[in-house]
């Protein structure tokens, strides 16, 4: 019983939050996971005794302390959080409004902000950990990706910011920068078409040095590598999983 954490995983019910919490959950750690729908909820959690499933919306200050609150009812402490849960669109700045902006800002940069204070003391209890999850575009421009990429560049930053802050009471900070990754997100949180994504895939496939788009395993590994205590003398690193993206 020792060796079993108890993680949260925002996001956690497709993609990379599913990889992920199935990961946590093979090798014996308890998984909370979010998400907004029930169904995709009750879905994952069903494919692991491990992995039990919080509706919730990571932007939302009341169901941000409620994910916290369910987590230590449930299994009475919290040793890792992954802020896996994100906003975006391909929004030209000619097109940008105040709520659009707001809608990607509350989920990329004020959810896991919020979620990380209460999560806090618990964390800090158990000398936990944080991990973000960014985006390649959180240090490469892309030019209908503003918004969303100075979103994930604010989550890179509060990386660093919270690694200095609570590198004192043991919590370690670091964060997993996704390239492009086969996670149904050009077609649901992008807005595309299905013509459109097709297209956009083949771009990206060029651009990527290695030649291929991520799976959601890809990063999954990483995020759990960094949670593990292995990495105990990692913080405030960004850590970039993306077929070399970045370089090109």
């Known amino acids: 019983m020792l060796d079993q954490r108890v993680v949260i995983v925002t996001g956690g019910s497709s993609g990379i939050g599913r990889a992920t919490a199935l ?24 494919e692991h005794a491990n992995i039990v499933g919080v509706v919730a919306d990571a932007a939302s200050p009341t169901d941000t302390g409620r994910t916290v609150a369910e987590t230590l009812d449930r299994w009475g402490r919290l040793d890792a959080l992954i802020n896996n ?21 509350s989920v990329n940069v004020i959810g896991p902000s919020l979620l990380a204070a209460a999560a806090l003391p618990h964390l800090q209890s158990t000398r936990g950990t ?10 490469k421009p892309g030019a209908p990706l503003s ?29 997993v920068a996704a390239g492009p990754t086969e996670s149904g997100a050009l077609t649901g949180m992008m807005g595309l078409s299905p013509e459109q ?8 496939r060029a651009q990527i040095p ?34 070399g993206l970045g370089l090109s």
Not at 227 to 232: I, L, N, R, S, T
Request: with cysteine; aromatic share 6%; proline share 5%.
């Open 130 to 139: 944080i991990i973000n999850v960014s985006s390649t575009f959180g240090h």
């Open 23 to 46: 990961r946590f959950a093979a090798k014996g750690d308890k998984v909370v996971i979010t998400g907004r729908r029930p169904a995709p909820i009750k879905a994952t959690a069903a």
């Open 210 to 243: 290695l030649g291929r788009r991520g799976i959601p395993d890809d990063i999954a590994n990483w995020i759990v590598r960094l949670a593990d205590p292995e990495a105990g003398w990692m913080t405030g690193q960004v850590i970039a999983v993306d077929g």
């Open 85 to 105: 849960a994100g906003a975006g669109a391909i929004l030209p700045l000619a097109e940008a409004t105040a709520e659009r902006i707001t809608e990607i800002f």
């Open 147 to 175: 918004h969303y990429a100075a979103s994930k560049a604010a989550l890179e930053h509060l990386t660093r910011c919270w690694a200095l802050e609570l590198a004192p009471v043991g919590i370690r900070v670091n964060a």
């Open 197 to 204: 994504a097709a297209s956009l895939k083949e771009q990206e």
